[in-house]
């Protein structure tokens, strides 16, 4: 069974090959599509899990989008780069990003191995942190490209934005402030 | 001149989400967006006077509350299919991390953390803020109960128009406006905008910024929130703010009002 902290770190060892012979191998980078089919397929899995909370389903879920998207990104990125003949900075950065894959993976491993997870607080900022990380590195879709191609339409969006503005007003306590405002939404 | 931010204005100022769909933009802002937006973008245009506090309870409130809202809307949207459910989880992968990469830069670029005593915290929180606002939240009211006058008593409608405006002229005498009881949160927020101003007295200005009335004056109101019948006299009484800048030495303020201080105070 597919370990994310192996696969990675002979994805590290690929990606060291590329920038100490200054050429990005196109051929390799297929290696990438098992990671990015199995974590997209865990994706599924973990909505499928009866015996995880909400909670855990969103945070295990939000971990494992974050290696797939930051994976597909460097995937594509790695092939642009190779086909104008870059010395390879690309791969450069994407190297930089792989210890953040790595704190991710662990917990996604133990996860699997165990059937439950050892410290969620933990995997979130890990997941956190590799979000941020891909994002400013350019190594994410941004959101309207993320919107599109998960086919999301605009009454859901509407409708869960929606919900969620009333839920955070909840949580706030700030109904009778709201009320008072004469500010509008948009 | 020192501002802590409250909760309500992190949270608030975090939610602004912009998005295609079919080449049309889209946005989400939330209704105090504008306004706590505005107050951490000029002041950190001074940053180097590192004027604007964000403590580590505020920043840890902040991310709860948004992350709560996100799974509480998906509990109650309840989509079953799993299709479904996984565009859900996508939306709110989304939404979620939009938001606090708003909050992030906020608590990283525009904002300062200062040290706080814990213990110390507690204590005024336990000692002096908690038993001083139960004293003063008895001798509040959360609105002012309409005393319709009954159309079979006035029928003539001027007439009624005329006994309401001598009620709303009366106000001031009917009792002080003030949400309740504040909870533990907000009592420790309020602790530590007391231990921090305390820390500082050289300060000339103690600042809370927040959104929610139990920190900023309150509007006067006559009806609940709830009802449709809801009137606001567009007064605010602020008797149990200007009660805790005597007793504690901060100033809680909504965040468009301290700008409005802080520009002016720079012209002069």
């Not at chain 1, 590329?18 to 199995?38: G, N, P, V, W």
Request: glycine fraction near 4%; include cysteine.
């Amino acid at each position: 069974m597919l370990r994310y902290s192996d696969e990675f770190n002979k994805i590290e060892t690929l990606f060291s090959g590329f920038i100490d012979t200054k050429k990005i191998d196109e051929s390799k980078l297929q290696y990438l599509d098992s990671i990015i089919k199995r974590s997209n397929t865990d994706q599924l899995h973990i909505l499928n899990n009866a015996y995880l909370s909400l909670d855990e389903q969103t945070t295990i879920f939000g971990a494992l989008r974050n290696i797939s998207q930051t994976t597909l990104l460097m995937k594509e990125r790695l092939i642009s780069a190779s086909k104008i003949g870059e010395n390879p900075t690309t791969a450069e950065i994407a190297f930089d990003l792989i210890p953040f894959i790595q704190n991710v993976s662990i917990y996604i491993d133990d996860f699997f191995d165990n059937k439950e997870i050892y410290n969620l607080e933990k995997l979130e900022m890990f997941s956190r942190n590799l979000y941020k990380k891909a994002k400013k590195l350019g190594f994410s879709k941004d959101i309207s490209s993320q919107i599109q191609e998960e086919g999301l339409s605009e009454p859901q969006i509407s409708g869960f934005i929606e919900k969620f503005s009333e839920n955070v007003i909840n949580e706030l306590e700030l109904g009778e402030e709201i009320g008072t405002e004469n500010e509008s939404i948009n | 001149m020192k501002v802590l931010i409250e909760t309500s204005v992190l949270v608030s100022g975090s939610i602004c989400w912009e998005y295609k769909i079919r080449n049309a933009s889209k946005y989400l802002v939330h209704k105090f967006f504008s306004k706590c937006n505005a107050l951490f973008e000029i002041f950190k245009q001074y940053s180097e006077q590192k004027k604007v506090i964000i403590t580590k309870t505020v920043e840890n409130e902040a991310r709860n509350a948004l992350k709560k809202a996100v799974i509480n809307t998906m509990k109650e949207r309840n989509i079953r299919s799993l299709r479904g459910r996984y565009k859900e989880m996508v939306l709110q992968h989304l939404v979620l991390n939009d938001s606090l990469d708003r909050l992030d830069y906020y608590v990283e670029e525009c904002s300062i953390r200062l040290p706080i005593d814990i213990s110390k915290r507690d204590e005024i929180r336990d000692t002096e803020i908690e038993p001083f606002m139960k004293k003063k939240v008895k001798q509040t009211i959360r609105y002012i109960q309409p005393r319709r006058v009954p159309r079979k008593v006035v029928t003539d409608w001027g007439l009624r128009e005329e006994i309401k405006d001598i009620m709303l002229n009366s106000l001031p005498e009917k009792g002080v406006i003030y949400k309740g009881m504040p909870g533990e949160r907000d009592l420790t927020i309020m602790a530590e905008a007391t231990l921090l101003s305390r820390e500082d007295p050289d300060e000339d200005s103690f600042y809370v910024a927040s959104c929610d009335n139990h920190f900023k004056p309150n509007p006067v109101q006559i009806g609940s929130y709830f009802s449709e019948n809801v009137i606001y006299t567009g007064e605010l009484d602020s008797t149990i703010r200007d009660a805790l800048v005597e007793e504690f030495g901060f100033i809680s303020e909504a965040p468009n009002v301290i700008v409005q201080i802080f520009q002016e105070s720079i012209q002069t």
